[in-house]
């Protein structure tokens, strides 16, 4: 130590885990309590004396909690930081401190526990082989993506003939739940409009529309689930008083020519099914480079096994409840219902937490032990398409980035994607190539 003498042992309870031990001899204690007596002495208020007149034994009487307690702090943290800066500890987390207090004339004992970045050697990510699908679009996946476009150009028209609720039907019905006889506001409705087999309400209760005609009422009992959200509800069996006040199908338009003309873009049905292609490609090649990381990322792990630290795994954990809570509420959850599933989701969200951890730090010194870089200018360029993206102004947008403490992230995301590049470049890769691929269904 620089300036005081002390006993240090370090232990290493795992890989990512140390312990340091800690004893201060007395001298060292007695030096650092007098410094905070006279310290706490220039301001100590005690009836019958001047500040800073004080005599010790009456400051011990009344300060004497308070002057041990800065004491141990100023001691804990002059040795804890002297020790991980000299044998230069990669700590990652506030030091967990386990002291029992200051003894007279005794050596004071404190240990601190720490979690450390893992010392990682990346093994076998060179050659590794992989399977990337080519990004091609069937004719399948063509009249699907067409069918969806249809469906959102649908208009609703009143069932004219005399038949039973089918499946896809939209029927406007009334009812009224009881349990046990008892009648609940929240199980009652009017002028209710569902859509038979969208799996919308409680798990039988549209089964038993089928067969029901309009103006027709019906007694339909439900066993609500054990895990319902509204715990009065759940697992009770209850009673709806149902009401069929009207039948709606979904009337769809052909594909034609004339379908053509909802779009001002497009002048031909040939011109919109190849911007639908065009799109599918793009979005296929999406989901294949993602898929793509995702099995580089799983080929490494099973070539390196080390642990990590938990409290990263306890931050990517957050970050993913946070992402979940933000998507839910987003799709019209309340925000504090939305806060309360994502947490229930806590442990389920553990080992997706893990992998991306590890193989983040892989990727990290991969790129170390390969010498991979980003400039400057590689910085810039993905700022300003960014901001281009964001269709906001460069400089501005730049500005708030470096005031948030953001570029240094946009520099990780650049050197990231380089090691994966670099890494598929060296990879085995057998592509997965469909013979349908443009055939029209016709020919198939």
């Given at each position: ?16 885990k ?117 990004p ?104 709806f ?22 779009f001002?873009?497009?002048?031909s049905?040939e ?26 990322g ?25 992402d ?75 500005k ?45």
């Amino acid at each position: 130590m620089s300036d005081i003498s002390a006993a240090v042992k370090i232990e290493d309870i795992s890989s990512v885990k140390k312990k340091l031990s800690f004893d201060i001899p007395w001298a060292d204690v007695k030096n650092e309590l007098d410094t905070v007596y006279r310290k706490v002495g220039r301001t100590a208020k005690v009836k019958g004396f001047r500040p800073g007149k004080i005599p010790r034994a009456i400051l011990e009487k009344f300060y004497r909690e308070q002057a041990e307690e800065e004491t141990v702090s100023n001691l804990v943290n002059r040795y804890y930081w002297e020790v991980v800066q000299e044998k230069d500890i990669p700590s990652v987390t506030r030091p967990q401190i386990d002291q029992a207090g200051i003894e007279q004339e005794k050596v004071f004992t404190f240990s601190a526990t720490i979690e450390v970045e893992p010392t990682i050697e990346p093994k076998d990510y060179l050659g590794i082989e992989l399977i990337k699908e080519d990004p091609f679009v069937t004719q399948e996946d063509l009249e699907a993506r067409l069918q969806e476009i249809r469906h959102m150009f649908a208009t609703m028209e009143d069932l004219n003939e005399d038949r039973e609720v089918i499946a896809g039907d939209f029927v406007t019905l009334d009812f009224a739940g009881s349990v046990a006889g008892e009648s609940h506001k929240e199980l009652t409705s009017e002028n209710y409009l569902l859509e038979i087999g969208s799996k919308k309400f409680v798990p039988g209760f549209e089964d038993q529309l089928i067969g029901m005609k309009k103006g027709e009422t019906r007694s339909v009992i439900i066993k609500f689930p054990e895990n319902y959200n509204a715990a009065h509800l759940a697992g009770k069996d209850v009673d709806f008083e149902v009401h069929i006040q009207g039948i709606r199908i979904k009337k769809l338009p052909e594909i034609d020519a004339d379908f053509v003309k909802n779009f001002e873009r497009y002048e031909s049905l040939e011109a919109l099914k190849a911007d639908v292609r065009k799109n599918l490609e793009e979005e296929k090649s999406l989901k294949i480079a993602s898929e793509f990381d995702r099995s580089i990322g799983d080929k490494l792990l099973i070539n390196n096994e080390f642990e990590v630290p938990e409290s990263y795994v306890e931050r990517q954990i957050y970050y993913i409840m946070s992402d979940t809570q933000r998507r839910m509420v987003s799709s019209g959850m309340d925000p504090k219902k939305a806060a309360e599933f994502s947490f229930k989701l806590h442990d389920q969200f553990r080992e997706d937490a893990t992998r991306i951890v590890k193989t983040g730090l892989l990727i990290t010194n991969i790129a170390r032990k390969e010498s991979l870089t980003v400039d400057d200018d590689e910085v810039e360029r993905a700022i300003r398409e960014i901001a281009s993206q964001k269709a906001q102004d460069y400089e501005s947008f730049k500005k708030t980035l470096e005031k948030d403490g953001l570029i240094e992230n946009i520099k990780s995301e650049i050197l990231s994607r380089k090691t994966y590049d670099f890494l598929a470049a060296k990879a085995v890769v057998t592509v997965i190539k469909n013979e349908k691929v443009g055939v029209p269904e016709e020919e198939k």
